[in-house]
């Protein structure tokens, strides 16, 4: 039945199609075998039911493809190959029964092929990637890959010596997707695609859909059945709600604690360790950077390449299932930094992944990042798109997962980011915006909103690009972008430089901190002090702040005081809690051992009681995202670097903040209120159990009262000790 070139074609594994040439097939009313085994010595077929030798198939010539016409058969019926291997094959018995893929039909249904070749498929990754399966009663793994240019794809692995030539794939045609079910591949085992690419150049590649993989170096993927879809619990989409109060502790696992060793923790470990502490120290909501694989350590994870892979640096993905299952079990909801930005060009990779440029632009000006030498997708591809919104409900729907940080935004939304004139492609408009990526950002929010609802999507987005946190239109051709949140990168920004300054020259940069109020309800915003401001030579928030040791600390406590009572949500990045004095170092553990330092301590606990009495007072997050929970009180006291507002609840209750940002104290100093009664103090950063000099206002009884003369636009007013360095919260008794 084979001829020369058909035989040449296997052994080179370069034949057009190796279904029509592998298998069983009735030709001329004869059944046919034919089968590429390297390194087999004989070849028998035997029938499934019974075991009875049915034939002996003949290796053609010198070649390692064996064929035969069995005798008196020409009605196709079950079979298996029972191979005589040559000894030193590498096979671990000398006789095995092999159930020939080739003898299975079509893998994926004509329905979802029809999806993914109009690109319209939202979950691509229930077809594509490696599915442990049954099949006609026999227990296998289904593989499928997008390569539409590659002229031959096969599964390699240690399943089959990575020999190319045993197990090429069938292309189905119309959205070059290549399958095949390979019998006896079960979980645990490792493979890779060897893929003829379209210059005719073989390379080795990651599953791009692998829900696991090996820790590297080591860069192949592992069979892994895809986990259950878990459903969105009312209680954590309350807690993600946009009046709720979200107080986010990010985190990069492998620097957070080592164990003994100087190991990693694993999840398990982070969940008995972790969880519990972020739960004490009152936060909501746990941040992770990027869990995706990815194959350099020091990138912290925001150069991916395995999107559907929880990292193998900390265990399995049922052991990162039972770290987010232990965090929801403490109450606290997990996000995942996620990077659809750019991905590294590791040959590995999805670079170049079928010969051509399938998943990146291929021009450089469109698909190259200068600043991280990564290359960017190709948002204007439906399959492209379709790959990271599949991945982004990957993670939601089948991890529990509460929300997404999706990175770097603003290197997708202009086609100029960073780039000198003549190193970019203007749009179709002639203008720097990518059009493609506000569209593709524009339908990754609303399939997640519409799939997911109660999920968080926020943005890192450090530009003024309008309508960030705004729904798009509904024929999502115009609009905002549709995220719920979008970190406030000014805010932070000026923050910081203000507290840098030294306290003599405040009075002239107030504006630092009240010029945020003119746009803080422009969008949805999360007050970040991200792992960002702590590295690269930028000092840690506490090296940032001016004056002694002493005024060091004072100022990070205002700092914190005046972040948690301002409008917006809440994010720190770890060792922020207990005030490291070094910048974050990645291949480092936290310096634990400032937690039993006084000072140290001391903001430790006001990190606790912030969250606390952040989460117990509507006036400070039932409003973060609406102008009538804010409203000035004193912001234009600055001789004496004095701020002073009121944050409001839905249902009127209000608390009243008020900052003195200098090292000296202000006595009886007269602050209007909203309303008269007596007052008591809820948070005083300078409070002795915090580290501060115990300066303050009673005792927390409701000792303050408000009597009737007028300051600062209000009838009643306080007579206020307001302490050095400080932020004081006060509530109606």
């Not at 040559?86 to 018995?93: D, E, F, P, R, V």
């Not at 164990?259 to 909501?285: K, S």
């Not at 790959?387 to 529990?400: K, P, T, V």
């Not at 990190?607 to 117990?616: H, I, K, M």
Request: a negative charge; charged letters at 20%; proline letters at 6%.
């Amino acid at each position: 039945m084979l001829k020369d070139q058909d035989v040449s074609a296997l052994m080179a594994a370069r034949h057009a199609d190796p279904f029509g040439a592998l298998g069983m097939h009735v030709q001329d009313g004869r059944l046919w075998i034919n089968a590429v085994l390297p390194h087999a010595r004989t070849v028998d077929v035997v029938e499934r039911s019974t075991q009875r030798l049915a034939g002996s198939l003949q290796r053609l010539g010198s070649s390692d493809v064996f064929s035969s016409a069995l005798l008196g058969r020409s009605v196709p019926f079950d079979y298996q190959l029972r191979v005589h291997w040559q000894s030193g094959a590498g096979n671990t018995a000398d006789n095995t029964l092999l159930d020939d893929p080739y003898a299975f039909t079509e893998i994926i249904s004509d329905a979802d092929i029809w999806l993914l070749a109009e690109g319209s498929h939202q979950r691509p990754y229930e077809c594509l990637g490696a599915h442990p399966d049954i099949r006609a009663d026999v227990p296998g793994t289904r593989f499928a890959v997008w390569a539409p240019n590659a002229k031959r794809v096969s599964v390699v692995g240690s399943f089959n010596q990575w020999d190319g030539r045993r197990h090429p794939m069938r292309l189905r045609h119309g959205c070059g997707v290549w399958e095949i079910f390979l019998p006896q591949v079960v979980r645990g085992d490792i493979y890779q695609f060897e893929i003829l690419g379209a210059h005719d150049l073989v390379t080795l590649k990651a599953d791009p859909y692998a829900f696991q993989t090996q820790l590297r170096p080591a860069t192949a993927s592992v069979v892994c059945g895809l986990p259950p879809r878990r459903a969105m619990q009312p209680l954590r989409a309350a807690a993600n709600a946009q009046n709720a109060p979200l107080s986010m502790y990010e985190v990069h696992l492998g620097s957070w604690r080592k164990a003994e060793g100087w190991r990693w923790l694993n999840y398990r470990e982070l969940a008995d360790t972790l969880v519990p502490y972020a739960r004490d120290l009152g936060f909501t909501h746990l941040e992770l950077l990027p869990v995706s694989e990815h194959p350099l350590d020091a990138s912290w994870g925001y150069q991916p390449l395995g999107m559907f892979s929880p990292t193998a640096r900390f265990g399995s993905p049922e052991d990162f299932q039972y770290f987010v299952d232990a965090a929801h079990a403490a109450g606290l909801g997990v996000i995942l930094d996620w990077v659809p930005a750019h991905f590294p060009s590791d040959a590995h990779g999805l670079a170049t992944f079928d010969g051509t440029h399938l998943y990146e632009y291929a021009d450089p000006k469109e698909g190259f990042h200068q600043d991280w030498n990564t290359l960017i997708y190709n948002f204007g591809r439906t399959e492209v798109r379709n790959f990271l919104i599949g991945n982004a409900l990957y993670w939601l729907e089948r991890f529990g997962i509460d929300g997404l940080r999706v990175d770097a935004v603003a290197s997708m939304l202009y086609r100029d980011y960073s780039r000198e004139p003549g190193q970019w492609i203007p749009n179709a408009h002639g203008g720097r915006e990518n059009l493609e990526a506000i569209d593709f950002l524009r339908r990754l929010n609303h399939q997640v909103g519409v799939e997911r609802p109660g999920t968080l999507m926020i943005a890192e987005e450090s530009t003024a690009f309008p309508g960030v946190s705004r729904p798009p239109a509904p024929d999502l051709a115009s609009g905002g972008l549709g995220f719920h949140f979008k970190w406030n990168m000014g805010w932070m920004h000026d923050a910081l430089d203000y507290f840098q300054l030294d306290p003599i020259y405040r009075r002239h940069h107030q504006n630092l901190l009240t010029f945020g109020l003119m746009y803080a309800f422009s969008e949805n915003f999360v007050l970040p002090l991200s792992h960002d401001e702590v590295v690269h030579g930028k000092r840690s928030l506490l090296g940032k702040m001016a004056g002694d040791s002493w005024q060091q600390l004072a100022n990070l406590r205002a700092l914190y005081g005046l972040m948690w009572a301002y409008p917006g949500k809440k994010l720190l990045f770890m060792g922020g809690e207990f005030a490291q004095p070094t910048e974050w170092a990645d291949g480092e553990s936290l310096p634990w051992h400032l937690q039993d330092q006084p000072g140290h301590a001391g903001v430790q606990r006001l990190v606790r009681d912030l969250n606390r009495v952040y989460r117990e007072l509507p006036a400070l997050h039932e409003q973060d995202l609406d102008s009538a929970g804010f409203s000035w009180i004193a912001h234009e006291d600055h001789a004496q670097s004095v701020l002073a507002f009121a944050r409001w609840s839905r249902s009127g209750q209000c608390a009243v903040v008020v900052c003195n940002f200098t090292p000296l104290p202000r006595t009886a100093y007269r602050l209007g209120v909203p309303q008269g009664g007596a007052w008591r103090e809820v948070v005083n950063t300078d409070a002795n159990v915090y580290g501060g000099s115990g300066i303050g206002n009673g005792n927390g009884n409701g000792s303050l009262h408000a009597d009737a003369q007028w300051a600062h636009g209000h009838e009643k007013s306080l007579l206020l000790h307001l302490p050095p360095l400080s932020c004081l919260v006060l509530e109606p008794a």
